[in-house]
């Protein structure tokens, strides 16, 4: 039962999606270890200034698999080194991609449009860049998971997997126009949700997070009466563990679902 917490505003409640829930992150500049040559920032996707990405690519003699990184609202397309340096040792490219940077109501139809473009130019580019299209991760955070989502659940066997974090906050949930479970299919990928915070957070009396994991398990429960149920897996209140890092599963993710160059 939704609470009585959504009489808010779809637009304060797509404030919940920020970046808030981002690590600080770091460009890549000439000094560090990722090689200069391999990363590309900025590239041009489309003709709007809000439409661009960065390209980290793994050294590689044949075709790399891709993760697409979305960042939450208000952040930016900066990736941990560490991430990076990571995926590409196991020959892995990284593509984090900008459109909307707050999304919200009357921009979300539009970013979908920018992600159906984004992904477009890839699959277009894939021999400049030396990219395996056929083997995809779609990544994103709160923002990020909602602008990915319906790509990410198209019917398209390039696509390989999910992983996203504080996926589809209270707010779409509202929305008159989608809700998130029309995109689930038999066809629908692999998917990895990682939570802050633990089950009925947004309904937390002294401090309310609409990151609700409770919103992913409506979505595994859907995998699960489609009968694919083993293709979703959900962890959440890493907030309160040790190690917070929203990407700490995401190489062992990505390396169960895609074919890495021998």
Request: net charge negative; with cysteine; hydrophobic share 35%.
């Amino acid at each position: 039962m939704r609470t009585f917490l959504y009489i808010l505003t779809f637009g304060i409640l797509f404030i919940s999606c920020s970046s808030d829930d981002d690590e600080v992150l770091n460009t890549p500049s000439s000094d560090n270890p990722l090689t200069e040559s391999l990363v590309e920032l900025g590239v041009k996707y489309g003709p709007e200034s809000r439409q661009f990405l960065d390209i980290y690519k793994a050294e590689s003699d044949c075709p790399t698999p891709i993760y697409f990184d979305a960042h939450g609202n208000g952040g930016t397309t900066d990736v941990p080194e560490s991430l990076v340096e990571d995926l590409n040792a196991q020959g892995i490219s990284v593509i984090a991609w900008e459109s909307y940077t707050t999304l919200d109501e009357e921009n979300l139809e539009s970013g979908w449009d920018d992600a159906e473009l984004m992904f477009e130019w890839v699959l277009d580019n894939a021999e400049t860049y030396n990219l395996d299209i056929s083997n995809m991760i779609v990544g994103g955070s709160s923002r990020g998971s909602i602008i990915s989502w319906i790509y990410g659940h198209k019917p398209n066997a390039n696509v390989k997997g999910l992983y996203v974090y504080n996926a589809l906050p209270n707010s779409v949930w509202n929305l008159d126009f989608w809700a998130p479970t029309e995109n689930v299919t038999s066809a629908s990928p692999q998917i990895n949700f990682e939570y802050k915070r633990d089950h009925g957070s947004s309904t937390d009396p002294i401090d309310p997070d609409f990151h609700d994991p409770n919103n992913g398990i409506t979505i595994v429960n859907e995998y699960k009466n489609l009968g694919i149920g083993e293709r979703a897996t959900l962890v959440h209140s890493i907030g309160e563990t040790d190690n917070t890092d929203k990407y700490q599963f995401l190489v062992d993710f990505a390396l169960s679902v895609v074919e890495t160059c021998p």
